[in-house]
């Protein structure tokens, strides 16, 4: 007679909390991460790391957005924020706003839309 079958977890849950360690979310500085905050490495993968955190390093040699990260490495977002805590609170990778915070809260350039649609309907 062979042993009892485990059921096979489709939705990873048990690799996602082997990654994050048993975390939900993120704590600290990665708290006020969304997923159009880039995301640019500070330093090289270091030896001993966990491999999902050496992926991260080396897919953000440019910045990238945590939407685009997520998709590159097939991982949900409170997963990913989890694991972009650990990296930022060690320094391996800096966090930044997308849009740049003298500009925040003004919006876009209502002259250059009003460029953009004229351009649009001369088409």
């Known amino acids: 007679m062979s042993a009892p079958r485990r059921p096979s977890d489709p939705s990873g849950l048990e690799r996602y909390y082997v990654l994050t360690q048993g975390r939900s979310g993120p704590g600290g500085s990665a708290s006020s991460l969304d997923v159009a905050t880039l995301v640019v490495s500070r330093s090289a993968p270091v030896p001993g790391m966990q491999h999902e955190h050496e992926e991260i390093v080396r897919h953000c040699r440019d910045p990238l957005s945590v939407a685009e990260l997520g998709a590159h490495l097939g991982l949900p977002f409170n997963i990913l924020a989890v694991l972009l805590s650990d ?26 839309l009003e460029e953009v649609l004229s351009g649009l309907e001369r088409l």
């Open 87 to 112: 990296l930022l609170d060690e320094g391996h990778v800096e966090a930044r706003d997308p849009m740049p915070a003298h500009d925040a809260g003004h919006g876009p350039d209502l002259a250059l």
